[in-house]
Nanobody, 116 residues
Framework: QVQLAESGGGLVQPGESLRLSCAAS????????MAWYRQPPGRQRELVAK???????NYADSVKGRSTISRDNGKNTVYLQMNNLKPEDTAVYYC??????????WGQGTQVTVSS
């Protein structure tokens, strides 16, 4: 059973930075897509950043230029570095891994709150 565990969330002030981590444990599998989603209060879950085949990145327009997704292959871990955080970045952040066999796994979420 694959499990994903996010960490790194918290309360920060506008303009500060955070790095979220998501580590996979359990059965080993080849990861095709590693992604971060977020769900702001009262809104639907949305894609923040995606890393495909370890090479190709996609970012939501709202975070482009302020965020970087990266991975540590040896640890099956994906990171999301977020800089210049804004109040509208407040959300629960979820990581999502998709295998080459299209199996999708989600973490439990980590809260990020940006407030002065």
């Amino acid at each position: 059973q694959v499990q994903l565990a996010e960490s790194g969330g918290g309360l920060v002030q506008p303009g500060e930075s955070l790095r979220l981590s998501c580590a996979a444990s359990g059965t080993s599998f080849a990861i095709y897509v590693m992604a971060w989603y977020r769900q702001p209060p009262g809104r639907q879950r949305e894609l923040v950043a995606k890393l495909t085949s370890g090479v190709y990145t996609n970012y939501a327009d709202s975070v482009k230029g302020r965020s970087t997704i990266s991975r540590d292959n040896g640890k099956n871990t994906v990171y999301l570095q977020m800089n210049n955080l804004k109040p509208e970045d407040t959300a629960v952040y979820y990581c999502n891994f998709v295998s080459f066999g299209a199996a999708s796994y989600w973490g439990q979420g980590t809260q990020v709150t940006v407030s002065s």
